[in-house]
């Protein structure tokens, strides 16, 4: 940890927060005694971006710490409003890895209604025909 005096830290406070910004931290004194300490920001448990408010609001206590704990393992880099997909903002549609291979089976899907390969039934007596003839 760098410790610097005030008149220091004055004449060039930029340099010690980009000092700070690199997780070592900066201690300002004050003749002989500590006076502050800068140290990298984290997010504090309670603070929330505009998605897990949203979640927040509209979900019982239970339900967002459940879905916020889900939420929150998913690696930012994957995470998408899930609310812009599905009205509940179910945390299964947060993850961007699970829409691309939905996408990718709906895919599939479409090529095989394409080409004739799904067989329909819409009643007992067919699914009965239909198993019988395997």
């Given amino acids: 940890m760098l410790t610097v005096s005030r008149k ?8 010690y927060i980009d000092k700070e910004d690199t997780g070592s931290g900066v201690t ?7 006076k502050v300490v800068l140290t990298p920001a984290t997010r504090s448990r309670n603070q929330y971006d505009e998605v897990e408010l949203r ?10 710490k459940t879905w916020l704990r889900y939420y929150r393992a998913i690696p930012p880099e994957y995470r998408c409003n899930p609310f812009d997909i599905i009205e509940d903002g179910d945390y299964f549609y947060a993850d961007k890895r699970n829409i691309e291979e939905m996408e990718k089976y709906n895919r599939a899907y479409e090529e095989d209604k394409r080409a004739g390969n799904l067989i329909s039934v819409s009643n007992k007596e067919e699914l009965h025909a239909f198993l019988d003839s395997l």
Avoid: C, L, T, W
């Fill in 28 to 34: 300002i004194r004050r003749g002989a005694r500590q």
């Fill in 55 to 64: 979640a927040k609001r509209e979900m019982s206590p239970y339900q967002f």
């Fill in 8 to 15: 220091e830290f004055a004449a060039n406070p930029f340099f």
